[in-house]
């Protein structure tokens, strides 16, 4: 919703540009991450998820990087365009859980 | 179309008036999962189910109770809800792998006076 979006770290990027968008995590048994798009008043939206077992995955426009040595995970958008503005929420499991953590989130507002 | 339903999407009301969030998903999904949003806090789990039945607490479920007598429907019960449960609160169902995403309904703003 419209108050997701105050007191949340923001990122600002010109049309075109790329967005880098980071999150550290704090369970070091995490095995899966997820990226996950909110924009105002609507619920969040899946974009790109990772297994552990991985440090790179690529997506259309999306590249998702994690590297666990220091417990991060960022997401990158190519060719940032004025549709990508939103919060952006990065969220982990553990095996044999089925509990999700979520990051506080990060806003993206993209200049035309 | 697949989709997760909420009701209401908005809610005003006062202390201690018993409350019922509804969910419903027709995907035919396992894993259902209540979240509450606050500025600054992110999405926070309140409680989740891993099937009919099955329910679990998340991190914050103190105050809220959950039911899953059928696979697609998982209320949020309110018994005596208080002001510090003004939130926006989002349902979200997935299949059974834990390594599944999860789809989240479209939210309800819920205010307590």
């Known amino acids: 919703g419209e108050s997701v979006g105050l007191h949340l770290p923001t990122l600002s990027v010109q049309e075109g540009d790329n967005s880098i968008i980071n999150c550290a995590y704090s369970?070091?048994?995490?095995?899966?991450f997820i990226w996950y798009k909110q924009e105002s008043g609507k619920g969040p939206q899946f974009i790109i998820d990772?297994?552990?077992?991985?440090d790179k995955r690529q997506g259309q426009r999306v590249t998702v990087l994690l590297n666990k040595t220091v417990k991060h995970l960022s997401l990158q958008i190519a060719a940032t365009q004025p549709g990508d503005s939103a919060v952006y929420f990065c969220?982990?499991?553990?095996?044999?859980?089925?509990?999700?953590?979520f990051g506080i989130g990060t806003k993206l507002q993209v200049i035309p | 179309e697949a989709q997760v339903t909420q009701n209401p999407r908005y809610l005003i009301t006062v202390t201690g008036k018993k409350l019922t969030v509804t969910c419903s998903q027709n995907?035919?999904?396992?894993?259902m999962s209540w979240y509450r949003q606050d500025p600054g806090l992110g999405l926070r789990q309140i409680y989740y189910s891993m099937n009919v039945e099955v329910t679990d607490k998340g991190d914050v479920p103190e105050g809220y109770k959950v039911s899953r007598k059928e696979k697609r429907n998982f209320p949020l019960i309110l018994e005596s809800p208080s002001p510090n449960q003004t939130s926006l609160y989002f349902c979200a169902s997935s299949p059974a792998s834990h390594t599944d995403t999860q789809y989240f309904g479209p939210g309800t703003r819920l205010t307590v006076l």
């Open positions: 369970n070091s048994a995490s095995d899966y």
């Open positions: 969220a982990e499991k553990s095996g044999g859980y089925q509990k999700v953590t």
């Open positions: 990772i297994r552990s077992n991985m």
């Open positions: 995907m035919n999904h396992e894993y």
